[in-house]
């Protein structure tokens, strides 16, 4: 898994380290690994190195340092480097002073954006971990007269290290390279960092804030039949999904769950007829008492919110098996706290940013790692708060992430496909955490896959298409193990 940690914990692991090796060691070997990345992302662009031009913005802390002390390797392989002090009274002296001394110039002055002499690249060392808040007006003047593509030491400038969030001017980098471990911000805010390089450098820190699965983590943990299953070990999940206002939401929790490799399928509501001209396999009854058994429950997409809904609901959450909430039942939820009391089987809810509100009753705010966290374990439940970057938290604390990679799921009824998926992973036996990681992973790459399929360019992904893609994007992760 990829592992995520806060600044706090970032700098305790350094201070050994830094204490048990000459002055600058420890930046000379992040600043080394900076430079190389610069020097191929110039390769990369431009096709040279020699002669290319590089602009160093220079900040007081550490991060300054770093993008010093990378310059001077630079300017040593023929780059004519700029560097930029943002205060003329506080940088690191010995490194700007290396760099003078290897051809590089120092200055106040940013110098020509366009024409031939416009740096081919911007070395962004402004502020790093100890950074809060958004960029000081002279910061921001000159990262908005940039044109050239950036890379970021650590992090972007203006974005919080440990939530990621971004309340005024800020960088937004097209590389990150980041020293020892991933930062929080590197998860929770993909969007600003751009790609993300990791160096090493002897660090170790511990515990990790934040997890994410890798592609191939997910193809091992996903659930294959083996020579000895059958449709009940493989995994049975109930659906109670879908009214006569909303079949859809019944049609897509159901083929989502089929296509999650389940061992069988049974479905509860009043669209079984839709269900059933969609995948015939699917078992449907009217009546909750005629399910049969069922290992794991999806309750709530488009399922409504009258008192004959409300009932079920309470029904299901009154038996063992893991039961997760969605849509329409998490407005039951939010109207009946009362219905999660002396629930002693796994519970899932899966929010957007508006149900989490109604349902917790504060919406998730800037630090959403931190709400989901609360609220997790304020009700007892593993949450799932859905957006570009899905968090989620079970009650003891720890958190997986998953970054979209693109708005493709930002679709109607794409929540519902979602849920088909988890529930048939809870079903299969996965732990909570996996089921809800492989989950929301293989949902992001399936739409992907149907944003690929033949149609207008631009055109909205269907949630029926990606639903219909999630065979593709399993086999896909599969692969990648």
């Given at each position: 898994m990829l592992r995520y940690?806060?600044?706090?914990?970032?700098?305790?692991?350094?201070?050994?380290?830094?204490?048990?090796?000459?002055?600058?060691?420890?930046?000379r070997r992040a600043a080394h690994g900076?430079?190389?990345?610069?020097?191929?992302?110039?390769?990369?662009r431009t096709g040279g190195i020699a002669g290319r031009r590089v602009t160093l913005l220079v900040g007081s802390g550490d991060n300054g340092g770093?993008?010093?002390?990378?310059?001077?390797?630079?300017?040593?392989?023929?780059?004519?480097?700029?560097?930029?002090?943002?205060?003329?009274?506080?940088?690191?002296?010995?490194?700007?002073?290396?760099?003078?001394?290897?051809g590089g110039r120092i200055t106040g002055d940013l110098g020509p954006q366009e024409?031939?002499?416009?740096?081919?690249?911007?070395?962004?060392?402004?502020?790093?971990?100890s950074g809060r808040g958004p960029l000081r007006p002279a910061a921001a003047e000159l990262v908005d007269r940039v044109r050239a593509p950036i890379v970021a030491v650590d992090l972007p400038s203006g974005v919080d290290a440990d939530t990621g969030v971004v309340d005024g001017p800020a960088v937004t980098a097209a590389v990150t390279v980041t020293f020892g471990a991933l930062r929080n911000a590197h998860a929770l805010n993909p969007q600003r960092c751009g790609r993300i390089e990791l160096v090493p450098i002897g660090i170790d820190p511990s515990p990790p804030?934040?997890?994410?699965?890798r592609d191939a983590d997910i193809g091992r943990l996903w659930p294959v039949p083996g020579p000895h299953d059958d449709k009940y070990t493989q995994g049975v999940v109930g659906i109670v999904a879908g009214s006569a206002h909303f079949p859809g939401a019944a049609v897509?929790?159901?083929?989502?769950?089929?296509?999650?490799?389940?061992?069988?399928?049974?479905?509860?509501?009043?669209?079984?007829?839709?269900?059933?001209d969609r995948r015939p396999e699917v078992v449907a009854t009217a009546d909750l008492?005629?399910?049969?058994?069922?290992?794991?429950?999806?309750?709530?997409?488009?399922?409504?919110?009258?008192?004959?809904a409300r009932a079920r609901l309470a029904q299901i959450l009154a038996r063992p098996e893991p039961v997760l909430v969605d849509a329409d039942g998490l407005t039951l939820l939010a109207?009946?706290?009362?219905?999660?009391?002396?629930?002693?089987?796994?519970?899932?809810?899966?929010?957007?940013?508006?149900?989490f509100e109604r349902v917790v009753g504060r919406p998730p705010g800037a630090d959403r790692v931190s709400s989901v966290v609360e609220a997790a374990a304020d009700l007892g439940v593993h949450l799932l708060l859905k957006g570009n970057v899905t968090i989620i938290a079970d009650p003891g604390g720890t958190v997986v992430v998953n970054d979209a990679g693109s708005a493709w799921p930002a679709t109607a009824g794409s929540g519902d496909v979602l849920s088909g998926v988890s529930g048939a992973l809870l079903a299969a036996g996965l732990e909570p955490l996996d089921a809800l990681g492989c989950a929301t992973r293989a949902h992001s790459v399936a739409a992907v896959e149907a944003a690929r399929a033949p149609g207008p360019a631009g055109a909205p992904v269907r949630a029926g298409a990606i639903a219909e893609s999630l065979p593709t994007a399993i086999a896909l992760l599969r692969a990648a193990v």
């Open positions: 940690y806060a600044a706090d914990d970032i700098r305790a692991a350094e201070r050994p380290v830094i204490a048990a090796a000459p002055p600058d060691a420890l930046m900076l430079a190389l990345v610069v020097a191929r992302e110039l390769r990369e770093d993008a010093l002390w990378a310059g001077t390797e630079l300017a040593r392989r023929g780059v004519a480097v700029r560097a930029v002090l943002l205060d003329s009274r506080r940088f690191h002296r010995a490194a700007a002073a290396a760099l003078r001394r290897a024409g031939p002499a416009a740096p081919d690249l911007v070395v962004d060392g402004i502020v790093g971990l804030a934040l997890s994410a699965y897509l929790s159901t083929v989502a769950a089929v296509a999650a490799t389940s061992g069988m399928v049974r479905y509860v509501g009043s669209a079984a007829d839709r269900v059933l008492a005629d399910a049969g058994r069922v290992q794991a429950w999806v309750v709530g997409p488009g399922a409504g919110t009258d008192d004959a109207d009946a706290p009362e219905l999660l009391q002396g629930r002693t089987g796994i519970t899932v809810l899966t929010p957007h940013d508006r149900e």
